[in-house]
């Protein structure tokens, strides 16, 4: 698996030119190449940010597979990932850590960021801690503020519950007062969502749309659901009458590193993904009308066309966790050249939390 230790950027040191790793073509991890340059020259609405640390988000593992629509439209390829990092602006003497968005090109030590995207850190926050903040907060946070108006007794379950985004919705659940369940894969991450005042479920023990159900009778006023194919059918079941499900991945679909594949390429990978597009459920307009439930769909990464309200957003995600209702999640963190064992970590589904590369490391 490739890594790059003599290659490790120090963030002041003299001379030493902007690293970024580019993905030249889709691929496994030997796609994530380490490339020197000069840093990128902002444009008069953007600053530059010398990085300190860079969130990892399984979206950066599919834009690697090459199965990342909006990286095709946005850039192609060759293409650096990454939406979502901490650094400071170069000559800066105190180096203060900034938070920052980008639509992609955020494996890098240097980046041209929007000068609206660029916010403080969250109160209480490590720089590592806060470099994952961003995505995963404002992921829960257009689920649940923008397309489900989420209101107090309100029954939420919530899929990958143990995962940044999971454990964000169930944080913002608590805040909200709406009554949440987590599902997990595995009992060792059970604990990160009881300690978010969230009932759990743990996957394998029995059919778990089962002990949804008898946990719910009613059913769910909303599920949220990125693992796709295996689950969307019996998440739309367990709706109640006006409920909505909330779609944003199908990570079921794609490989896992635990796997040995490490590739969306590899020959029984690509007989997975046919087999579960196939699969994957189709919702009548006909039958969601008699039903009376909805089903919505969303990426992040077009937030970027919408500014005001990506910043709406980040100004409410840190208030909250000024006043400690959003504290930091569970934080693994990688050096910069160890990006590719970061890629497979999380691709392995045993992590809780975030992970984050570090550029200081």
């Not at 964000?168 to 987590?182: K, N, T, Y």
């Not at 009376?292 to 990506?310: H, I, Q, R």
């Amino acid at each position: 698996m490739a890594s790059f230790p003599d290659q490790q950027p120090k963030p002041n040191e003299p001379g030493v030119r902007a690293l970024r790793v580019v993905i030249q073509r889709p691929g496994g991890y030997d796609q994530l190449r380490l490339e020197r340059g000069d840093p990128p020259s902002p444009s008069t609405d953007e600053r530059l940010l010398q990085s300190l640390a860079v969130g990892v988000n399984y979206a950066d593992c599919v834009v690697r597979m090459g199965l990342y629509a909006s990286a095709r439209k946005y850039v192609g390829w060759p293409i650096t990932p990454g939406f979502e990092l901490v650094g400071f602006e170069p000559g800066d003497p105190l180096r203060t850590p900034r938070l920052a968005l980008t639509r992609f090109n955020a494996y890098a030590s240097h980046a041209a960021i929007d000068q609206r995207l660029i916010f403080p850190l969250p109160r209480g926050y490590s720089v590592e801690e806060a470099a994952g903040f961003p995505t995963t907060a404002l992921t829960a946070w257009y689920a649940l503020r923008r397309l489900c108006a989420v209101e107090s007794g309100m029954r939420v379950l919530v899929h990958s519950a143990a995962g940044g985004v999971g454990l964000r919705l169930l944080q913002m659940c608590r805040i909200l007062g709406a009554e949440a369940v987590g599902l997990v894969g595995a009992p060792h991450k059970a604990h990160t969502v009881e300690a978010c005042d969230a009932r759990v479920i743990v996957k394998g023990r029995r059919p778990w749309w089962q002990a949804a159900r008898e946990l719910t009778p009613r059913g769910y006023d909303i599920v949220l659901d990125a693992t796709g194919a295996e689950t969307l059918r019996h998440s739309y079941d367990l709706l109640a009458p006006m409920g909505r499900l909330v779609i944003y991945g199908f990570h079921s679909m794609l490989p896992k590193s635990a796997s040995g594949a490490g590739s969306a390429f590899a020959p029984t990978a690509l007989l997975r993904l046919a087999r579960t597009y196939i699969s994957t459920p189709r919702f009548n307009p006909l039958a969601l009308t008699g039903d009376n439930k909805s089903v919505l769909g969303f990426n992040l990464s077009y937030l970027f066309d919408e500014v005001p309200l990506a910043q709406r957003g980040m100004q409410e995600l840190l208030a909250w966790a000024s006043l400690g209702k959003l504290p930091p999640l569970p934080t693994e963190v990688f050096p910069f050249a160890e990006v590719a064992a970061a890629h497979a970590r999380l691709e392995s589904g045993q992590t809780t939390g975030k992970l984050v590369l570090s550029l200081e490391r």
